[in-house]
């Protein structure tokens, strides 16, 4: 995977909280995937290999970070759940 180098300015601070700056690179990566996906902008794979972890992994990541992995809005919701009552059979929906 090739890789490019930015520069970030950050207050000095952070350092003094036990952080080194390739902890704080790293961190910087994960907040940056983690955004895009939450952005809906790479899937959940795509992320995972962002970050060089398997996508079990990265859910693990998710959940830990307290991030749905399924982000639903009502109408989104309502949608799937009549897609299921329409998959069903009948006699089930009693």
């Given at each position: ?5 930015l520069?970030v300015?950050l207050?000095?601070e ?5 952080m080194?700056k390739?902890h704080?690179?790293?961190e910087?990566g994960?907040?940056?995937v983690?955004?895009?996906h939450?952005?809906h902008r790479?899937s959940?794979?795509k992320a ?8 079990r992994?990265f859910?693990?990541?998710?959940h ?7 982000d639903?809005a009502?109408e989104?919701?309502?949608?799937e759940?009549?897609?299921v009552?329409?998959?069903?059979p009948?006699k089930?929906?009693?």
């Amino acid at each position: 995977m090739q890789t490019v180098t930015l520069e970030v300015t950050l207050p000095k601070e952070l350092l003094s909280l036990g952080m080194d700056k390739e902890h704080v690179s790293r961190e910087v990566g994960k907040w940056l995937v983690l955004s895009l996906h939450r952005d809906h902008r790479v899937s959940s794979g795509k992320a995972a290999s962002l970050l060089r972890i398997t996508r079990r992994e990265f859910l693990e990541l998710l959940h830990r970070e307290g991030i749905a992995y399924f982000d639903y809005a009502e109408e989104e919701m309502e949608a799937e759940f009549a897609s299921v009552r329409q998959l069903t059979p009948s006699k089930a929906r009693r």
